[in-house]
């Protein structure tokens, strides 16, 4: 009982600690430039969400993107708008951990917090982006499974549509870039990826790379 109450004081002692940041920060959102958006993308590349050194000092779509991943992350309402609340609680965050128990090269989808985690073979984060999976009515399946088949542009005959930077993981089910990525379940099965990112998760995505689609 007394653990509880030290721990419960400690949490509102931090509390009361941060309002006077979050009464002096800005919201933060696109278009808008300043040492306070580098600070913002330098804490995002320290917990993943930016590539190391992404610091242009302007709100761009990347950056949106990556701040659309945190609020999912830490299941916070996602806007890709950068809210004190959420400026300050990226400042308490650490870089995601792993589901696996095990260290292995792999990659895991969370579909609750339509977020990817690319894991080293070491079992570190390497990046953790955005994405979106089956909107209702279609399925994007859980389970275990590996890359099976890559193209640089492939073509969708169910839907008539180019997917640019394709790595498929069961059936047709593949990731993708698409020019829109919205902060809920969009697809038709498929793991949309920001066109930023596509690139380097296509490039990740090796052949035989296992994949962990879990909910």
């Not at 806007?79 to 128990?101: E, F, I, N, Y």
């Not at 498929?168 to 949309?192: E, K, L, Q, W």
């Not at 990112?197 to 296509?202: C, D, K, P, R, S």
Request: charged share 15%; hydrophobic share 45%; with cysteine.
């Amino acid at each position: 009982m007394k653990i509880r109450i030290l721990v419960a004081f400690g949490v509102a002692l931090v509390a009361m600690a941060a309002l006077p940041a979050m009464a002096s920060a800005r919201t933060i959102y696109s278009g808008m430039c300043g040492s306070d958006v580098v600070a913002l993308q330098k804490r995002l590349a320290a917990r993943s969400f930016l590539p190391p050194r992404y610091h242009t000092g302007c709100f761009d779509y990347r950056t949106s993107q990556a701040v659309v991943a945190f609020q999912g992350w830490v299941n916070f309402t996602r806007t890709g708008v950068a809210t004190p609340l959420t400026q300050l609680r990226l400042k308490m965050s650490v870089r995601p951990r792993p589901g696996a128990t095990q260290n292995y090269r792999h990659i895991e989808v969370i579909k609750s917090k339509q977020v990817a985690l690319l894991i080293t073979r070491k079992g570190i984060v390497r990046r953790t982006v955005h994405v979106s999976t089956a909107r209702p009515g279609y399925s994007t399946p859980r389970g275990r499974y590996h890359i099976y088949a890559k193209a640089r542009m492939s073509w969708s005959k169910p839907f008539q549509v180019w997917l640019p930077w394709a790595s498929y993981v069961v059936g047709g089910i593949a990731f993708h870039s698409y020019p829109d990525v919205p902060t809920y379940p969009a697809s038709h099965g498929c793991i949309r990826v920001p066109a930023p990112e596509a690139v380097m998760l296509y490039r990740f995505a090796s052949l035989g790379t296992k994949v962990w689609i879990r909910r």
